[in-house]
T-cell receptor
């Protein structure tokens, strides 16, 4: 009965590969997000989707593309992976604007 | 540009004493502030929030104070318990879904 679930938990891959991280929420929330936690531990917003519309894109390279097949899912596709993409990626959801986020447990991506 | 700053990477307190975690922000448009708690290998979980129309919000052992003129907020935990040991993130947003986070403070509560 996990509220926000993301898979896989760990992802190790080589430079140049394309990979996807899946996220699902069963809370009925309207907005879903992807955050990146870098080596300095900052949590930085990457994308926000509200009713299947992208509403925030924080200067993220276009190698990263969010895809939302429905309100409960927001997947993250990454093309041509680079070493600097290594980080922990968190999916989150919220019911409305200015409300607390519910996070998944993160996906640790390691690019070698 | 880090609009939300937590300048203390770590804090250690004795069980039963008060823990005070601090956070500063630079964007005067922020109107909603939150604290999250994070255990290893888990995502952050919401702890407590405060809107800009208030200067204090209390929930059990946790109290958040907001000083808008100083652009500063703090989280007080009284009494601190060993289970409170975690990383605490301060976050803020301005009328939107764009929530900004600090780098976190690792709290260790010693028995």
């Amino acid at each position: 009965d996990t509220a926000v679930s993301q898979t896989p938990k760990y992802l190790v891959t080589q430079m140049g590969n394309d990979k996807s991280i899946k996220c699902e929420q069963n809370l009925g929330h309207d907005t879903m997000y992807w955050y990146k936690q870098d080596s300095k531990k900052f949590l930085k917003i990457m994308f926000s989707y509200n009713n299947k519309e992208l509403i925030i894109n924080e200067t993220v390279p276009n190698r990263f593309s969010p895809k939302s097949p429905d309100k409960a899912h927001l997947n993250l596709h990454i093309n041509s992976l680079e070493l600097g993409d290594s980080a922990v990626y968190f999916c989150a959801s919220s019911p409305t604007e200015n409300s607390p986020l519910h996070f998944g447990n993160g996906t640790r991506l390691t690019v070698t | 540009d880090q609009q939300v700053k937590q300048n203390s990477p770590s804090l250690s307190v004795q069980e039963g004493r008060i823990s005070i975690l601090n956070c500063d922000y630079t964007n005067s448009m922020f109107d909603y502030f939150l604290w999250y708690k994070k255990y290893p290998a888990e995502g952050p979980t919401f702890l407590i929030s405060i809107s800009s129309i208030k200067d204090k919000n209390e929930d059990g052992r946790f109290t958040v104070f907001l000083n808008k003129s100083a652009k500063h907020l703090s989280l007080h935990i009284v009494p601190s318990q060993p289970g409170d040991s975690a990383v605490y993130f301060c976050a803020a947003s301005a009328f939107s879904n764009d929530m900004r986070f600090g780098a976190g403070t690792r709290l260790t509560v010693k028995p």
